[in-house]
């Protein structure tokens, strides 16, 4: 592409020569001719300035002598904007391998991609330009969407809903059931999990991941959600519009999450919860209450996160506490015979 182009794109202000061509996009201790690189911030001044890039993207206000730049008000989603036009994805060719496994009773547009050892149930149905990989199962009744990217060996169970430009990765379960029991004396009773699963529009399910259907009713994930790898979302949880849910997270049953919540990595959260919109759970944070709107937590258990770093820095002089204790009491006792002497 050109500079020219990719300035249009990036809705940036391009300085330098618009007919210069890039052809790839690399980081900028690794850029040279041909690519495009970016620098976030002035703390990449002096790299920049070194850098052997056709083109970096650059925030409003930078200024590198002798480098065509491009200025943008966020260079992060402007890079994410660059890679999506200089590495469009080739999709493949419409249509349904002869070595699918297709129910005669399920409907899919012609203009899906169903690709050889997948396998589409009775009475599903699969929208435009859906690509399902291989060794992919589609369970009885399952609806995905248009414009989705299913990975090869995901399981979506029957009855679930994907909506519109829906990614799953590789592995990952969708509808699986809820872990729900009842206890008979030393016996354990499954309660069937008969609801379903619904996943709304642009939500990207990560490799691994693991949503469970619900006892009743639904599990639902709303639209524009990002669910990183090895996450377990349980039965009849409500995950709001635009979350990010990182790496290894664990939702337990019924909890409601709401907008733009940002839960890091290796946070568990128990059942029958609702954390407040535009909250911020730190990793590893074990949270047992809720939590109100624009929250910062972290800890086990969970509690305001400067209170939290303050119970840890405590922690941390618990050592030398102790130490001072031995030393008074040691002081106290000799005085007290001291005492019993007199």
């Known amino acids: 592409m050109t500079l020219r182009e990719i300035a249009f794109v990036v809705g940036g202000d391009l300085e330098g ?42 925030p409003r206000g930078f200024r590198v002598a002798n480098r065509n730049l491009i200025a943008v008000d966020n260079p992060r989603l402007a890079l994410a904007l660059a890679l999506e036009a200089i590495y469009r994805c080739e999709c493949p060719d419409p249509g349904t391998a002869g070595e699918a496994c297709v129910a005669e009773s399920a409907a899919i547009a012609p203009s899906s991609h169903v690709a050889a050892h997948s396998h589409i149930s009775e009475g599903a149905r699969i929208g435009d330009r859906t690509v399902i990989s291989p060794f992919v199962y589609v369970g009885r009744g399952a609806q995905i969407g248009s414009d989705c990217v299913i990975y090869p060996h995901v399981t979506i169970y029957p009855g ?27 016996v354990h009773r499954k309660i069937p999990q008969v609801g379903t699963v619904v996943i709304e529009d642009d939500v990207e399910i990560g490799a691994n991941a693991a949503i469970d259907r619900a006892t009743l009713g639904e599990t639902r994930i709303e639209k524009g959600t990002k669910i990183d790898n090895l996450v377990h979302i349980a039965h ?12 290894q997270v664990g939702i337990a049953g019924s909890t409601e999450i709401g907008e733009n919540v940002v839960i890091g990595g290796q946070a568990g959260l128990v059942h029958h919860i609702k954390i407040g919109s535009r909250s911020v759970i730190g990793a590893q944070a074990g949270v047992t209450r809720c939590f109100p709107e624009g929250s910062t937590i972290s800890g086990y258990p969970a509690r305001d996160h400067a209170r939290s770093m303050k119970g840890y820095a405590a922690l941390n002089r618990l050592p030398m506490l102790m130490k001072e204790i031995r030393e008074i009491r040691r002081r106290l006792d000799e005085l007290e015979r001291r005492i019993d002497k007199t």
């Open 160 to 186: 679930v809903i994907l909506g519109d430009r829906v990614v799953v990765h590789a592995n990952a379960v969708v509808g699986s059931d809820g872990f729900g029991y009842a206890t008979d004396g030393d």
């Open 236 to 247: 009849n949880v409500l995950v709001n519009e635009n979350c990010l849910i990182v790496a």
């Open 17 to 58: 020569d618009p007919d210069a061509e890039v052809t790839s996009v690399a980081p900028i201790d690794r850029a040279g001719e041909g690519v495009l690189t970016f620098a976030a911030s002035k703390q990449y001044l002096k790299e920049a300035e070194n850098s052997r890039a056709t083109c970096i993207l650059v």
